[in-house]
């Protein structure tokens, strides 16, 4: 069986300051897929990232960034100088190549003005 | 173009009576979902097809039916929409491992 974890429900930050999100995950399997997907208050899912479990390089989008850690089966995505605009709820999930998303619970991120 | 849709957007029902969700893709995937989203649960797979007529059941399939009779569409049914089933559903397209998802706009459902 495979699980994530977001350990975080919910987060407040004020304009500018860097947020990071957490995301545990558990699998058996070697072979997996992990994702970041935004849902801002309009409703959609808005896809970030996908990494694989055989590239631990972390990567930078701009003011993203995403830490791909096996050792302590994470991956956490951080924010820097957040905006406004990042006020989302933010989920983390894993695909284990079984055809089966397996998503966590949620953060909101809350970023005022 | 989207490439995946979902109708109704919104619907109120009444508890007891059948509902159809449907969900169309123009993107010829062979893999589609049904997931539904409720607070503190993040989305959660009801069921999935990985192909015509194929489909299989996700983690909270309980009250739920699907068919698949052609690729581009994927229904989801309430036989008997009771209030747990009030939510916001999500069908997607995509998986197989090499590939990444795509969710349609989701359908607000409220069984009153």
């Known amino acids: 069986a495979q699980k994530v974890t977001q350990a975080q429900t919910e987060i407040s930050v004020v304009e500018k300051e860097d947020v990071t999100l957490d995301c545990v995950y558990e699998?058996?399997?070697?072979?997996?897929?992990l994702f970041w997907y935004k849902q801002p208050p309009s409703g959609e899912l808005v896809f970030l990232i996908r990494r694989n479990s055989f590239d631990e390089q972390n990567e930078i989008s701009g003011r993203y960034s995403w830490n791909f850690q096996k050792s302590t089966s994470s991956f956490n995505f951080t924010i820097t100088a957040s905006q406004v605009v990042d006020s989302a709820v933010y989920f983390c999930?894993?695909?284990?190549?079984?055809?089966?998303?397996?998503f966590g619970g949620g953060t909101r991120l809350m970023v005022k003005p | 173009d989207a490439g995946i849709t979902q109708s109704p957007r919104h619907k109120v029902t009444e508890t007891g009576t059948p509902v159809t969700l449907r969900c169309h893709q123009t993107?010829?995937?062979?893999?589609m979902y049904w997931y539904r989203q409720d607070p503190g649960h993040g989305l959660r797979l009801i069921h999935y097809s990985y192909g015509v007529k194929d489909t299989d059941k996700g983690e909270v399939s309980d009250g739920y039916s699907v068919s698949r009779s052609k690729t581009e569409d994927f229904l989801l049914t309430l036989e008997s929409a009771t209030s747990s089933q009030t939510s916001v559903y999500f069908c997607a397209i995509g998986g197989a491992g090499n590939y990444g998802y795509t969710f349609g706009s989701g359908t607000r459902l409220t069984v009153v």
């Open positions: 699998t058996r399997d070697t072979t997996y897929y």
């Open positions: 999930a894993l695909d284990n190549a079984g055809n089966m998303l397996t």
């Open positions: 993107e010829n995937h062979r893999y």
